[in-house]
């Protein structure tokens, strides 16, 4: 039995950058990732190279940019005024929050730098422009649960 698409599977997994910084694994958190593979829950690449992998085995996926997070867009990299910001608020270089924007939804913004007058925002995802290198470990194809009269 290997996985399908529409399978709702149960993975171990770890997420490295190309330098070998590991960015997230599933040792993080409290069990395995458990996802419906194809629903877009994911990644493209990670949803897509999971297809195939038989209960057990393990998996290495190198997944470019463009099947991860997208290519980094400098065009997503904006300066504010400092006053948007409460006054005696600390800023750090780095630091992510939620910024709302003109429709009401809140996105998420990384402060890039700042001084006393200024704030530069980026807009992208952390991880954007990265090539991803995930190690996934297939631990269960959760079977569904269907009624005898179907």
Known sequence: MSVQTGDTIKVEYTGKLEDGTIFDSSDNHDEPLT??????QLIKGFDQG?????LGE?????????????????????????NLFP??????????FLC???????VPARIQEYDNSNVTLDF???????????????LEI?????TDNE
């Open 124 to 138: 992208n995802p952390p991880l954007a422009g990265k090539t991803l290198i995930f190690t996934i470990k297939l």
């Open 35 to 40: 996802f419906k593979v194809g629903s877009g």
């Open 50 to 54: 999971v297809v195939g992998m038989k």
């Open 100 to 106: 709302a924007v003109q429709d009401g939804r809140q």
């Open 58 to 82: 393990e998996k290495t996926l190198t997944i470019p940019p463009e099947h991860a997070y997208g290519d980094y867009n400098s065009e997503l990299v904006q300066q504010v005024p400092r």
């Open 87 to 96: 006054e005696g608020a600390e800023l750090h270089k780095g630091m992510m």
């Open 142 to 146: 959760v079977e569904d649960q269907k």
